[in-house]
């Protein structure tokens, strides 16, 4: 029943910002603790960021610390992730996942999937 939509995915140049955001429909999104994980080709699926449930805590992992920041606005039912300092690295389809416990940030512990949004880093 609940659904995750990313969008703001594209093409940006090595260096540059990009905001991805996540809306989310069938439940409001202030039951879910909210993160962003990214997968690039032939490799796993990784986390990147989660914010709890009321936006009191943020986590974030450590090769995006200080580039990234995870939001939430929840009268809008919105995630948003806004990339600074974009690497080629960076370069994944970023999914948004919802968690209605809030204690676990890693794949297996999310509840639902968005479909992803690709962002592209030239180098």
């Known amino acids: 029943q609940v659904q995750l939509v990313e969008s703001g995915g594209g093409l940006v140049q090595a260096g540059g910002s990009l905001s991805v955001s996540c809306a989310v429909s069938g439940r409001t999104a202030s039951a879910y603790a909210m993160s962003w994980f990214r997968q690039a080709p032939e490799k796993g699926r990784e986390f990147v960021a989660g914010i709890s449930q009321g936006g009191g805590s943020s986590y974030y992992a450590d090769f995006v610390k200080g580039r990234f920041t995870i939001s939430r606005d929840d009268a809008k039912n919105t995630v948003y992730l806004q990339m600074n300092s974009l690497k080629p690295e960076d370069t994944a389809v970023y999914y948004c996942?919802?968690?209605?416990?809030?204690?676990?940030?890693?794949?297996?512990?999310?509840?639902?999937w968005g479909k992803g949004t690709l962002v592209t880093v030239s180098s």
């Open positions: 996942a919802a968690d209605a416990l809030g204690t676990r940030w890693y794949p297996g512990g999310m509840d639902y």
